[in-house]
């Protein structure tokens, strides 16, 4: 099987490019960390690649709001280019800064021209920084297949409150099955803080375009590539779970070598 080619786009502050490269590689990709710079010169095509990973940092620092400068050259510089990847179905996948930056660029959840949804300041007014108990939800997203209902991911955040426009957006992601992912509490349950880490409306965690291959995730599965990094896998017997964020990973690859 040809090893697929995936993209992971950095700029300055992005700090989860490394570790992504390798969780890809693990998972059985051909990976290239390049600068958006690159694309922008256009030394870096990104019709090149089959997917695109925007990874998890604080892209220039998070100035005016988390992701927002980011989105902005995506959409003013590299739009047409962006679009034509979009179109030939090829995957986009936006882990923490890289959910705000979709968001921002109104491609999630795409119901039109302008910005639908946000991700703001969390309810406790701080970074938090822990594993959360995720529902994984019937959604057409094909990267969660044969992943437990309920599953464990680490968050690091300050900015991952969930907020729609308003209920119309909401009820259409709903109807749309675009909500891929909730906090819940450890038995399933409808989550509050802590469990629902920054007080997102609906207990959205990830969401994801009409066709379920533009996927948006405060959680990093980067960080749960190995039975090693769940915090309690001493625990577990006779052996741990396989890493849930290893899984998502590895259905990403999956579908493009299909």
Known sequence: MVKPRVVILRVAGTNCDRETEWAMKMAGA???????????????????????????????????AAGKVLANQLIYCLKNELCEFI?????????????????????????????????????SGHFECRWVYLKVEA??????????????????????????????????????????FRYVTPSGEKATYPYNPNGSVEEVAGICSSNGLLLGMMPHPERCTLAQHFPDWLRYSPECPQPFGFLILQNVVKFISQ
Request: hydrophobic share 40%; proline share 6%; glycine share 8%.
């Open 139 to 180: 959604s057409v997203c094909p990267f969660t297949d044969n992943l437990p209902e309920i599953i464990q991911l680490p968050v690091a955040h300050a900015e991952g409150k969930f907020l729609p426009e308003n209920k119309k957006v909401m009820q259409a992601l709903e109807k749309g099955r675009q909500v891929v």
């Open 30 to 64: 051909i990976v290239e960390r390049v600068h958006l710079n690159q694309f922008l010169s256009r030394k870096k095509k990104l019709k090149d690649y089959q997917a695109l990973i925007i990874p998890g940092g604080f892209s220039y620092g998070d100035d005016i």
């Open 87 to 123: 179109e030939k179905k090829k995957p986009v996948l936006g882990i923490c800064n890289g959910f705000q930056v979709l968001v921002k660029t109104g491609l999630l959840p795409g119901f039109g021209s302008h910005q639908q949804v946000t991700l703001t300041w969390n309810d």
